[in-house]
C-alpha cells in the first residue's frame, strides 16, 4: 500500500491524499443501514479529470479497487468501501461549468449540489426539475450514479431524462465522451443512459450535460385525509385516469401522519389512515386543484383542504417534508424503496402494514403516489438483536412483495450493497448475465465499485 499511496501523491495536490485512520472512517460508508463497509486504504480528493485519470491509471496498473463517493447521502450502500480500496470523492470538482438559457442547459462538475445548480438555473429563468430529499446536501454525481428521482417526478421525470451527455474516466484512465449538447440526437447506442444508474460500475462521472427547463410558477397544493389506503389508493388511480398532470402527488400512511403529529403537533386528525397531497404548477392551477378536490371527495375523503396561495402551501407541504425526522426521532431506521403501479399502491401499503404487525415492529409509508414508489421505513431498536433481526426479515418481505405486485426493488436508491439478492430476482439469469458482460466490456479487471449491484 505504500507504493500505491506514493504512487497517487505524485499526480495529485499536495493535501489531496488521506491515509488517516479517523479520516477514513468517516468517509468509509453512506447512509444505508444493514450494509457493512470494508477498511479502506487511501482516500484521495482530485480537483480536475487529468487527476481522476491519474488515480485510475495508478489503481488500474496496481490491480486496487476504487469506490468513487460523492455526498454519500445515499441509502443502498453504493458508496461503501471495500477492504484496500481507494476512496475516490468528488466533492472538490463542484464548479458549475456553464448555464446555457438558449440551449437550456447546464454542464457541471460530478462534485456540484443539486440544490446549488438549481438556484443557479433559476437566476436565468430555468429550472433543473429532479430533486431529491436530499437535494441541498447531495451532488450531480451521485444523482447520475443512482439515477435519482424525487417529489417532482410525475410530473417532470427523473435524472436519466435530463443527463443529455457525460464524460467519464473509465477503469483504465481513458476519457470517453457520451452523448451530445443538442435537443436532439440519437447517434450510436445510448451510452449516456447506460452509465445513468451504474453506480460507479462503469465509469467515474468527471463532468455531466444537463438539460434545463422554463422554470414553472409556483405550486398550488391540496391536502386530503382519508379513512383507509384503499380510498387514497383509489383518489391516486382517478387523479391519473382522469388526465391530469399534477407536479407533485404524495401519500402518507397513518404511522407517518401519527409521527409528524407527535413531532410538530400539526393537528392532523389522528383518525386519518392516509394523508394525499397535490400540487399543480401552471396557470390553470387553481383551476386543477379545485378540479382534484372534487376528485378526492368522490373517492372517498373525509376532509380537503386547497391551498389558496403559496404561504398555505409551504404550510401543508410541511408534513410531507418531516415525515423522515420525525419517523427518525421514533429509533433506528432503514429506508425501503420500491416501485410499484399506481393501480397496486394500496396493496402495497396495506401489505406493508401486514408485515409490520406480523414483525412487531413499526414501519411507517411515505410514497411518491404519483409514480407508485414508496418508501416504507423500517423502525427498529439497533441494540435489541432480536429486533435487529426481525426488522431485516421485514425487509426481505417487503422487497418480495414488490415484486409480487409487478414492481422494481428500487425506483431511484439504486442496488449497492443492500439488494444485490433482489436485483438477480429482478432480472433474471439472462438479465443478469448480460449486465455482467456489459460490466466486464467497461471494466475488465473488475476494480470499479466491485461487489455492487451484482
Known amino acids: 500500500m505504500g507504493e500505491l ?26 447512509m444505508a443501514g444493514f450494509c457493512a463497509a470494508g477498511e479502506p486504504a ?17 489503481a488500474s496498473e496496481l490491480r486496487v479497487p476504487v469506490v468513487p463517493q460523492g455526498a454519500r447521502t445515499g441509502l443502498s450502500g453504493g458508496a461503501n468501501a471495500v477492504d484496500g480500496c481507494v476512496l475516490l470523492s468528488l466533492t472538490k470538482m ?49 444523482n447520475i450514479g443512482t439515477g435519482a428521482g424525487g417529489l417532482c417526478c410525475v ?29 436532439k440526437g440519437v447517434a450510436g447506442y445510448d451510452l449516456t443512459r447506460l452509465l445513468v444508474g451504474s453506480e460507479g460500475t462503469l465509469g467515474v462521472v468527471v463532468e455531466a450535460v444537463v438539460a434545463l427547463r422554463p422554470a414553472p410558477e409556483p405550486a398550488l397544493v ?33 404511522t407517518t401522519v401519527r409521527a409528524v403529529n407527535e413531532m410538530a403537533q400539526m393537528g392532523l386528525p389522528e383518525s386519518t389512515r392516509a394523508l394525499l397531497l397535490v400540487a399543480f404548477d401552471g396557470p390553470d392551477r387553481r383551476e386543477r386543484v379545485a378540479a382534484v378536490a372534487q376528485v378526492c371527495a368522490e373517492a372517498g375523503a373525509t376532509g380537503v383542504v386547497p391551498a389558496e396561495d403559496r404561504a398555505e402551501s409551504e404550510l401543508l407541504m410541511q408534513a410531507r417534508r418531516l415525515s423522515l425526522p420525525a419517523m427518525e426521532r421514533m429509533g433506528t431506521t432503514m429506508i425501503d424503496d420500491v416501485a410499484v403501479p399506481r393501480a397496486r399502491l394500496a396493496q402495497m401499503l396495506n401489505g406493508v402494514a401486514e408485515i409490520a404487525d406480523r414483525h412487531r415492529l413499526t414501519i411507517g409509508v411515505v410514497s411518491h403516489a404519483g409514480d407508485g414508489n414508496t418508501h416504507p421505513v423500517v423502525i427498529f431498536d439497533a441494540k435489541d438483536e432480536d429486533e435487529t433481526e426481525r426488522a431485516r426479515r421485514s425487509f426481505d418481505e417487503i422487497m418480495a ?7 422494481t426493488v428500487t425506483g ?32 475488465p479487471l473488475g476494480i470499479l465499485n466491485p461487489g455492487k449491484t451484482f
Not at 421525470?157 to 449538447?181: H, I, K, N, P
Open 412 to 443: 431511484e436508491h439504486g442496488i449497492g450493497l443492500l439488494k444485490r439478492e433482489w436485483l438477480a430476482r429482478e432480472l433474471g439469469p439472462v438479465g443478469l448475465e448480460l449486465q455482467r458482460q456489459i460490466k466486464g466490456v467497461f471494466d
Open 42 to 58: 487511501v482516500l484521495v480528493f482530485p480537483e480536475s479529470v487529468e487527476q481522476v485519470q491519474h488515480v485510475m491509471r495508478t
Open 5 to 30: 499511496v506514493e504512487r497517487l501523491r505524485q499526480g495529485l495536490p499536495a493535501g489531496s491524499v488521506a491515509v488517516d485512520g479517523d479520516v477514513l472512517a468517516a468517509y468509509k460508508h453512506d
Open 222 to 254: 391540496l391536502a386530503a385525509e382519508f379513512d383507509s389506503v384503499d380510498a387514497a389508493g383509489a383518489a391516486v388511480c382517478e387523479v391519473m385516469a382522469r388526465g391530469f398532470v399534477p407536479s407533485l402527488m404524495e401519500l402518507m400512511d397513518a
Open 94 to 142: 463542484d464548479r458549475i461549468l456553464a448555464v446555457d438559457p438558449v440551449e437550456r442547459i447546464a454542464v457541471v462538475q460530478p462534485g456540484v449540489v443539486n440544490a446549488e445548480l438549481s438556484r443557479a438555473a433559476g437566476e436565468v429563468g430555468l429550472a433543473y426539475p429532479p430533486d431529491p430529499s436530499s437535494w441541498e446536501s447531495c451532488t450531480i454525481g451521485g
Open 155 to 183: 410530473k417532470y421525470g427523473v435524472t436519466s431524462e435530463y443527463v443529455l451527455g457525460l464524460e467519464v474516466v473509465l477503469a483504465d484512465g481513458r476519457l470517453l465522451r457520451t452523448g451530445r449538447r443538442t435537443a
Open 401 to 407: 412483495l414488490g415484486l409480487e405486485l409487478g414492481g
